[in-house]
């Protein structure tokens, strides 16, 4: 064999070896993620089975004629002014929690009902504040209620 035949096959065999160790990394990188990505699935698959949820309560509660819900809300422009108000001032508050943002405001003649779950007492103070800061403290009625912890 030539010294350039030689020359040839040498680099050929570098490139191939570089392919094959080039080709071993990339599976050995797509089987990492894979199994990292079957690991997470698995944690967030797994809920917490001990208490199923529950708001038939709740729901019941809601049916009643004399409880107000967002359907009964009226459409005059005061009501409607109340009703998204206070939404838009909750989500503002960054410090509260999404459950927080998420509260029901339902509003009937300038009145508001504060309706929903928040994590902690001081929370629903501090959406009680916000509503009674913008529809009057003695227009709001709250049946707001802390979440138990989990």
């Known amino acids: 064999m030539s010294p350039i035949e030689s020359g040839v096959s040498q680099m050929t065999n570098d490139a191939l070896s570089t392919y094959l160790h080039m080709l071993h990394v990339f599976r050995t990188a797509l089987l ?11 944690l967030w698959a797994q809920q917490d089975t001990s208490t199923p949820p529950d708001n038939t309560r709740i729901n019941q509660r809601d049916r009643k004629q004399s409880e107000p819900t967002a359907d009964q809300q009226k ?13 838009r001032a909750l989500v503002k508050g ?5 459950h927080a943002h998420n509260v029901k405001v339902i509003a009937q003649n300038g009145a508001v009902t504060l309706k929903g779950p928040v ?6 103070q501090a959406v009680e504040a916000k509503a009674s800061q913008i529809a009057g403290a ?11 912890n989990q």
């Open 138 to 148: 003695d227009k709001v009625n709250s049946e707001i209620q802390v979440a138990p």
């Open 94 to 98: 960054k410090s509260l929690s999404s």
């Open 119 to 124: 994590n902690s007492e001081q929370e629903k």
């Open 75 to 87: 459409e005059n422009s005061n009501d409607r002014e109340l009703a998204q108000q206070i939404p």
């Open 32 to 42: 990492v993620q894979a199994l990292l990505l079957s690991s997470l699935g698995l």
